[in-house]
């Protein structure tokens, strides 16, 4: 490979997370790599706490209603196309994760010849991908599922990437699990399940898990371990059940995820791409929630994917309560034989080299 990587990733951690995993990985190859992304969105912090090149530009989301700001959308479009042509020239090639991020940035490598792959991290393509698949050399698919939606462009399956610490849980679950036990105060021997709404956390899901919490009291074989997302840590911790047999443990967020990851025996959150893809390499059975206002419905063809493969379990949104989500925990924690058939077709779901074939597919394109 020749020349650095641009990538393009940002809005949102679902864009950002495999871009950075990515990166990471060519860097330690010893390829240069840099980043465009927003002010604004939380990309501007995290890649250069990680030791990246950023380059914000001006660029506002895609407005999908009638107002004044669709008026102003493709004035900041072409200015923020010429603001990433000088960050992509000469590159070796423009990487897009999707997004609205993606667009002035491919548009800009097109415009300065530089060849261009994009990355779809869902089981349905988002409007940025689709719009932009002419113009790339190749698409590649974190689920096969997606292929529907570039019938004319040369289509990759790699999976997701995920950080190193992540696809190290497998390997390392004993000393991993020991050190999440000792952090949150979990006995060993006890099923855990641990749930997290994303990154930011879900009110929803917290609320049922702590009404879950409240049924399950008399359940001295089980722990549960709730992340509540940072915003959300204080209005939910007064509400922790704190009697009975079970333990129920909270925290915020957690940066170390490969931790819950190794103590977990079910592990019950959204169905973000990424969320799927660390869940699968670990080899873990889910319970997916899928978040109900993603746009084209895909955090529900996420989980339905793994669903098929015999991984997963769905509750939807609409029908989660304290009481379908402790009665769906006990179908699984109690249910030895189903928990384990899940977790292996989980592990043959997973791609733990998503990295190394994104990687391969970036080198194709410069050949």
């Keep these: 490979m020749t020349g650095r990587v641009i990538v393009a990733a940002g809005g949102t951690g679902g864009h950002l997370f495999p871009g950075l995993a990515l990166a990471t990985a060519l860097s330690e190859r010893g390829r240069e790599v840099a980043f465009v992304g927003t002010e604004r969105g939380l990309e501007s912090r995290v890649v250069p706490e990680a030791g990246f090149e950023f380059h914000a ?70 409007l940025a991908n689709r719009s932009l698949s002419h ?9 096969a599922d997606a292929d529907r939606s570039f019938p004319r462009q040369r289509v990759v399956v790699t999976g997701n990437p995920v950080r190193a610490s992540v696809r190290g849980v497998r390997e390392d679950r004993g000393a991993l699990s020991a050190e999440a036990r000792a952090m949150f105060g979990l006995e060993e021997g006890r099923r ?28 001295s074989d ?6 509540t997302g940072a915003a959300h840590l204080e209005s939910v911790r007064g509400d922790v059940p704190a009697s009975g047999a079970l333990l129920f443990r909270v925290a915020g967020f957690l940066d170390r995820m490969e931790l819950v990851y190794a103590v977990a025996d079910l592990v019950i959150s959204r169905a973000g791409a990424s969320s799927v893809a660390e869940i699968t390499v670990c080899g873990l059975p889910a319970l997916f929630i899928p978040y109900p206002h993603a746009i084209a419905g895909e955090q529900e063809a996420n989980a339905r994917a793994l669903q098929r493969a015999g991984g997963a379990s769905i509750l939807m949104d609409d029908e989660l309560s304290a009481d379908s989500l402790a009665e769906r925990i006990l179908a699984l924690v109690d249910h030895e034989q189903r928990l384990q058939s899940m977790c292996t077709r989980s592990a043959a779901f997973g791609v733990p080299d998503a990295t190394e074939r994104l990687i391969d597919v970036i080198e194709g394109v410069q050949r």
Aim: charged content about 15%; glycine content about 12%.
């Design 135 to 143: 113009v790339s050399k190749a698409v590649a698919l974190g689920f």
């Design 192 to 219: 855990t399940v641990v749930v997290f709404g994303g990154s930011q956390g879900a009110t929803h899901v917290n609320e049922a898990a702590l009404g879950a919490g409240r049924l399950l009291a008399h359940r």
């Design 222 to 227: 089980l722990q549960i371990v709730l992340l």
């Design 57 to 126: 530009v001006s660029l506002e989301p895609f407005v999908r209603k009638v107002s004044p700001d669709v008026l102003r959308g493709p004035v900041a479009a072409l200015r923020a196309v010429g603001e990433c042509r000088d960050v992509v020239r000469g590159a070796g090639a423009v990487l897009g994760m999707g997004g609205y991020v993606s667009v002035p940035t491919v548009i800009a490598a097109r415009r300065e010849r530089v060849p261009v792959v994009l990355h779809e991290q869902n089981a349905v393509a988002g």
